[in-house]
Nanobody, 120 residues
């Protein structure tokens, strides 16, 4: 059974940074990060596979980076130059495929999420 646990969310001012972590149990394949703001659809943000091949959504490209520590089975999302529009609940999930765009339907084993709030 796949279990994902996100952490690292919080409140920051515009221009600030956060690093999210996704601790993974029961899965060693592809992992993705998603976010969902109030009243909006869940959006794929980034994904990574075991070879470190990664995908990043255009909306965050150049600001967000996905990485992993295979020894700890943990995937990270480094978020820089944060904007108020980045405010959302951030989730990680597992997948068996890797394709662009990052589709919610390709992922499973969703964690409970970690809240990111960007405001002044």
């Amino acid at each position: 059974q796949v279990q994902m646990a996100e952490s690292g969310g919080g409140s920051v001012q515009p221009g600030g940074s956060l690093r999210l972590s996704c601790a993974i149990n029961g899965h060693t394949g592809r992992v993705g990060w998603f976010r969902q703001a109030p009243g909006k659809e869940r959006e794929g943000v980034a994904a990574i596979d075991r070879t470190d091949y990664s995908l990043v959504a255009n909306s965050v490209k150049g600001r967000f980076t996905i990485s992993q520590d295979r020894a700890k089975n943990t995937v990270f999302l480094q978020m820089n130059s944060l904007k108020p529009d980045d405010t959302a609940l951030y989730y990680c999930a597992a997948s068996r495929i890797m394709r662009s765009p990052i589709r919610e339907a390709d992922f499973y084993g969703w964690g409970p999420g970690t809240q990111v709030t960007v405001s002044s």
